[in-house]
């Protein structure tokens, strides 16, 4: 098992910077393939972004892709993401999820490949 916890949440205006973090304790870091998520008020859980067990393949959500960059740093079993020319619409609520298992590989995109969760944190971009 591994519990996740996020941070760096907060406000912002549009067109600012912002880099969440995910700590993670338990089993061995390297074991997970990592990833943020996000839920807007009213809306159902996105993906936003994933980063495999040694950083060298990396995901984006169309959405996101040229604006936010997941990094990982296994020595400090943390994974960022850094969020530059944040918009209104992506205020949201920030998961970040851990997967272990094969399944991953064919379903990155989908929170049932993620079975570890954080609690989130919150990013509200202001116009």
């Known amino acids: 098992q591994v519990q996740l916890v996020e941070s760096g949440g907060g406000l912002v205006q549009a067109g600012g910077s912002l880099r969440l973090s995910c700590a993670a304790s338990?089993?061995?870091?390297?074991?997970?393939?990592m990833a943020w998520f996000r839920q807007a008020p009213g809306k159902e859980r996105e993906f936003v972004a994933t980063?495999?067990?040694?950083?060298?393949?990396?995901y984006y959500a169309d959405s996101v892709k040229g604006r936010f960059t997941i990094s990982r740093a296994n020595a400090k079993n943390t994974v960022y993401l850094q969020m530059n020319s944040l918009k209104p619409e992506d205020t949201a609520v920030y998961y970040c999820?851990?997967?272990?298992?094969?399944?991953?590989?064919?379903?990155?995109?989908?929170?049932?490949?993620?079975?570890?969760w954080g609690q989130g944190t919150q990013v509200t971009v202001s116009s």
């Open positions: 999820a851990a997967a272990g298992g094969s399944y991953y590989y064919t379903h990155w995109n989908a929170e049932t490949a993620y079975p570890y």
């Open positions: 338990g089993r061995t870091f390297t074991s997970y393939a």
């Open positions: 980063i495999n067990w040694n950083g060298a393949n990396t």
